[in-house]
């Protein structure tokens, strides 16, 4: 009886002061309490187990709390916790530059400390427009994919998709031009719109999602038809923003999405698996034509951006750590078994008639159920439901269901996955 008296409380307490993002509280449910986190494993302050099907929003791909991360953030925490970036460095900031630039998509060179996934591609914007500017062009519109998602700052909501979500401030975005994403039917009328775009705007740069928008419910791209849609913006020298926010640090089999495509990106931004779940921070790196378009005698000429806690030594250790592990053999091999495992599961899903446009790449995993949304109320709360109450934490997009679990996930706990995606399936008849 205890036990329930202090749950109830702690969403009571949690009900009167918090502000949960995302979330219309007046329809909301309650928020339910997380106490510990480890391994693939999240517990509720009942005690209840869930694996962490998405590895928390794609950041905590070593699993929670790992001690190798842990440890060296601790000893580090112990040394130098904090100082100023600007005119200061430290070998934290150091170390990770020289780990990232041996992993990152050829041509990178240069980093750009920020906080966030939203900061990181704000940066990127930042980046085109005023390598332009600084360039002596004339170029102030921005290239994006419909439906994308490139974060909550204005800028990077000026580039998202619209949605009713940011319709409040489309009064105050930058001008963005958008084209349809490339599936590898409409590869050609794609490139005719972005001929006519290049032609009619002043179009500074490109961002995008390599290969798979994940707030979008995980769409694929095709890639012949991304790269083509590359090649034909640098030819018009827009530069080439990857948003590699998600796709970032092993999740699609890679290091990054990036290096599954011929045509390498000019800027690159990252968060989330970053620092493996543990702190937040965001990177945007560039290549060295970038960085020499703000090279100047002219101080104007530089990025003037800049956050208070950049380059925080403790995050820079938590991604120097999660680095090590992403290019450790064991990570790797996990890394390769889960992809294989996922391209099983899709081709067992593609027998189901239930099941619509099974894919996979990586360990990310997805499909759309093949329902009439209206027949069953609110889908995704009743999807959401349902994992959680098996023992499985996942967040379905209206009819998409989609993983992206740890890398550290057991056979054993793939196979549990796998059967609790078949059972609630199975509960749809086709
Ligand atoms: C999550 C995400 C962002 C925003 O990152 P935040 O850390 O939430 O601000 C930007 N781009 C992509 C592709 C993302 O998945």
């Known amino acids: 009886m205890q036990e329930v008296e202090i749950t109830s409380n702690l969403k009571e307490r949690d009900s009167k002061h918090l502000w949960h993002p995302l979330t219309q509280h007046k329809v909301s449910s309650e928020m339910l309490p997380i106490s510990k986190a480890s391994g693939v494993i999240l517990t509720d302050d009942e005690g209840r187990e869930y694996i962490d099907g998405i590895s928390s929003w794609y950041t905590a791909v070593y699993g929670h709390c790992n001690p190798y991360i842990t440890n060296k953030v601790f ?10 970036f600007s005119g200061f460095t430290h070998e934290p900031a150091i170390e990770l530059s020289e780990a990232l630039i041996k992993i990152l998509p050829e041509g990178q060179q240069k980093l750009f400390f920020n906080d966030n ?33 490139h974060g909550d700052t204005f800028g990077a909501m000026s ?19 958008r084209i349809p994403v490339p599936d590898g039917t409409n590869n050609i009328e794609i490139l005719d719109q972005l001929e006519s775009i290049l032609n009619k705007e002043e179009i500074a740069g490109f961002i995008y999602e390599p290969l798979i928008q994940g ?30 926010v998600m796709t970032g640090f092993g999740k699609t089999g890679t290091y990054f999405a990036s290096d599954h495509i011929e045509e390498k990106p000019d800027v690159i931004c990252m968060s989330k698996a970053l620092t493996a779940g543990l702190l937040p921070m965001g990177l945007t790196s560039c290549n060295q034509k970038v960085y020499d378009a703000f090279y100047s005698d002219e101080i104007a000429k530089g990025l003037f951006h800049g956050h ?12 120097l ?35 619509l446009n099974a894919r996979s790449m990586g360990v990310i995993l997805a499909f759309e159920l093949n329902v009439e949304m209206e027949r069953y109320g609110n889908l995704r709360n009743r999807l959401f439901r349902f994992f959680m109450e098996k023992g499985l934490f996942l967040r379905p997009l209206g009819n998409t269901i989609y993983i992206v679990p740890p890398y550290v996930t ?3 706990q793939m196979k549990k996955i796998y059967i609790l995606l078949q059972e609630c399936i199975d509960q749809f008849q086709a």
């Open 308 to 319: 208070t806690y950049t380059a925080n030594p403790l995050a820079c250790t938590a991604a």
């Open 75 to 84: 000893a580090q925490m112990q040394n130098l916790d904090q100082v100023v």
């Open 410 to 412: 057991s056979e054993e």
């Open 159 to 177: 580039v998202s998709g619209l949605s009713v979500y940011n319709g409040a401030f489309e009064d105050h975005f930058i001008r963005v031009e």
């Open 215 to 244: 707030a979008a419910a995980m769409k694929f791209h095709d890639n012949e038809g991304l790269n083509a849609i590359l090649k034909l913006c640098r030819q018009h020298e827009v530069l080439l923003v990857a948003d590699e």
């Open 117 to 149: 996934g939203s900061t990181a591609t704000e940066i990127g914007i930042k980046m085109a427009l005023q390598y332009h500017h600084n360039l002596g062009n004339d170029r102030k519109v921005m290239l994006a994919f419909e439906n994308g998602f």
């Open 321 to 355: 750590a999660g680095i090590e592990l992403l290019t450790s053999e064991e990570i790797k091999q996990n890394i390769h078994r889960i992809s294989e495992s996922n391209q099983q599961f899709v081709r067992e899903l593609k027998q189901k008639q239930q099941v």
